[in-house]
């Protein structure tokens, strides 16, 4: 009851500081009032911390008298997982996102401190008001996480099997919440200028910074998001194309866009309408993914459960982007610039390729993720867009993008000038064509990794040329230390995790094998040249847990791939093993078993002798170069921290 009560007013004085920091920073914006945003950023994040105290006090404390308490945690959680519960659910995802939102908006309102008075700073600060006011006035309304359970229980449900049974669910949402909410500072600055009229101010360069932590932390997430799903869900992939793995896509898709194009608005002046139009965009697409997510209108793994906040959220997606767009539409004439795009081929045009390429296949993603939810609206007849749809986008534009990441940095701004061209690429060309020919000469024949390799090593050589640039013009000046802060080092930083994660996804989907082998115990099998032998059963039993375990080698690696069933829930939840190296992974899932066997929740086989198990047995090369890539990047993104130099996007 008290802790019900303390959150509750936390969110209510939240809720009342973002409302007064709006109204003051709107009339600050006039003329007419002091800024009064630290105190009021520092009110509204005092009350998020308080809500999110009194949340974590019941989970850790099991205080099952909060309904989404005894819905999300009981007595033998972990305590890591007891943690973790409060963005387990829709209500309590509602708390992080706020309080990461919170967060952001002190360390906005303080980096542009000597800035408050400023007319942009103050729409801006303003705009991001509203958008923690609005997800605060959520809780405070339909998705209250502090409603009492009516019923008086000694024990909850726990949390879902899916999220209990990897510590990847204490860091992939708060980085894929933090990637979201991080897109709010540039859609806050472009409504800013465009509500104040000083589009022709370098407000959008100046947000890149910010744009690329969101986007570096919505990359990290979406990376260990992929991982998380490959080691718990038992089948053997990374992506599936589904719904809620979309909705993260789409706003990425549309960052990475938007960081781009803005390179060429710092050198050229270009671009000004349409980099208004991907921060308003961007933001609005994390709306439309909040509303996937959390409206209970998708069937996914991923998402929440139904809820009514489905109108709310797409309501405030509509009003986000109409809003946004009208703006520009207003200011259009303003936003005109004299110049143009001298040539398709200079580095300007290529990064117009590069827009098309993602904002095309964002349109791709967006349309085969709402086309069955607008069908079934229609028609009232469930249909799926399946992996087929999105593949024969995805892989085409991939090769595309590493051509362009291979050329782009070589070419020079205003102009194609070949022999310049030839004269930077040609090391890289022909280190290309031994890659190529030593392929060949190893026996891989499969035309995409061909391809991709080719595309890699000179997206590689690029990056590699312009970060050795960068360290020499360094050195020059005296100071070494500078070229970890050059955004073309990040930049190029990025490129390289780029590189090694799609090398990576090609090489393990195009070579990957799975099948099903049946072993009885101390039998072994030989599949794509490992050894897999089995030992027999074994059963585990904790206070959290149930689980029957299959003692199997791989090449003597002891594995244990087993069936889970957490206690609380019903459902059995199948764990994989995994032996994995920098070459090549081995996943093992305990499939089935035959009659009279350990079973615990295991399928059951008529056809199986008996005391014999069925193991899923899938082989994938270099697939942990995705996560080494993922972790490149982020690092590459984390780089952009470091002091901006002015117009320092040209190395050449």
């Not at 809003?323 to 004439?333: H, N, P, Q, Y």
């Not at 995409?448 to 960068?470: D, E, H, K, Q, Y």
């Not at 003597?556 to 090549?584: C, D, E």
Request: some cysteine; glycine content about 10%; overall charge positive.
């Amino acid at each position: 009851m008290i802790l019900s009560w303390i959150g509750r007013i936390g969110l209510d004085i939240a809720f009342v500081g973002a409302v007064a920091g709006a109204i003051n920073q709107l009339r600050c914006a006039r003329g007419q009032r002091r800024s009064f945003a630290m105190p009021a950023a520092l009110v509204s994040l005092a009350g998020i911390v308080v809500a999110v105290g009194a949340m974590q006090t019941a989970l850790i404390s099991h205080n099952f008298s909060l309904a989404y308490v005894a819905e999300n945690n009981a007595t033998f959680t972990p305590l890591l997982y007891s943690i973790t519960g409060m963005w387990s659910a829709l209500e309590g995802s509602l708390l992080l996102w706020s309080l990461i939102l919170g967060l952001l908006v002190v360390a906005v309102v303080f980096y542009y401190r000597r800035q408050r008075t400023d007319m942009v700073v103050a729409y801006a600060t303003m705009v991001l008001f509203i958008v923690a006011g609005f997800f605060l006035l959520l809780m405070v309304g339909p998705a209250d996480p502090f409603l009492l359970n009516p019923v008086h229980v000694l024990q909850g449900a726990g949390p879902n099997a899916l999220l209990q049974d990897n510590p990847l669910v204490a860091i992939h949402p708060p980085l894929l919440y933090s990637g979201f909410v991080g897109f709010t500072v540039p859609f806050a600055f472009a409504m800013a200028m465009l509500l104040s009229g000083r589009v022709h101010e370098q407000w959008p360069i100046e947000q890149r910074r910010w744009t690329v932590l969101a986007w570096g932390s919505l990359s990290v997430g979406i990376v260990l998001g992929s991982w998380w799903s490959y080691q718990v869900l038992g089948w053997g992939g990374f992506w599936g194309w589904d719904p809620v793995e979309n909705a993260a896509l789409l706003p990425w898709l549309t960052a990475t866009a938007y960081i781009h194009s803005v390179v060429v608005q710092d050198r050229r002046g270009l671009f000004r309408v349409w980099n208004l139009s991907l921060a308003v965009g961007t933001f609005s697409l994390t709306v439309l993914g909040t509303f996937f997510t959390r409206s209970g209108v998708l069937q996914s793994v991923h998402a929440f459960s139904s809820s009514t906040l489905g109108p709310v959220l797409i309501g405030f997606f509509g009003l986000s982007l109409i809003s946004g767009l009208g703006l520009i539409a207003w200011r259009g004439d303003e936003l005109r610039t004299a110049v143009g795009v001298d040539s398709p081929f200079s580095r300007e045009g290529l990064f117009v390729m590069n827009n098309i390429l993602f904002v095309g296949f964002a349109l791709v993603v967006l349309l085969g993720t709402a086309f069955p939810l607008l069908y079934q609206a229609i028609n009232g007849v469930q249909v799926t867009v399946g992996t087929p749809y999105f593949a024969a986008v995805a892989a085409p534009g991939s090769i595309a993008l590493l051509a362009l990441m291979g050329i782009a940095p070589l070419v020079s701004w205003r102009r194609f000038d070949a022999p310049t061209l030839w004269r930077r690429a040609r090391v890289t060309a022909w280190v290309c064509v031994a890659s190529v020919v030593l392929l060949e000469l190893a026996g891989i024949r499969h035309y995409a990794v061909l391809a991709v390799v080719f595309l890699a090593v000179a997206a590689a050589g690029a990056a590699l040329r312009t970060l050795t640039n960068n360290v020499t013009a360094a050195r020059r000046r005296g100071d070494v230390w500078s070229v970890l802060r050059s955004p073309s080092t990040a930049g190029m930083v990025v490129h390289l995790g780029v590189v090694i994660l799609a090398v990576g996804i090609v090489v393990s989907t195009s070579y990957t094998s799975r099948t099903e082998v049946t072993l009885s115990p101390h039998q072994r099998t030989v599949v794509d040249g490992h050894t897999i032998s089995f030992s027999g059963f074994a059963q585990r039993t904790t206070a959290l847990e149930k689980q029957t375990l299959v003692r199997v080698t791989v090449d003597g690696t002891p594995l244990q791939p087993a069936i889970t069933t957490f206690n609380g829930r019903s459902q059995a939840v199948g764990t994989p093993a995994i032996s994995s190296n920098v070459l090549r992974d081995v996943y093992i899932t305990f499939d089935a078993v035959g009659q009279g066997g350990s079973t615990s929740g295991a399928q059951v086989q008529t056809n199986v002798p008996v005391g014999a198990v069925v193991l899923g047995v899938t082989v994938e090369p270099l697939l942990s170069w995705l996560w080494i890539g993922g972790l490149i990047i982020g690092l590459g993104s984390a780089l952009t921290l470091g002091r901006r130099r002015s117009s320092d996007e040209a190395t050449t």
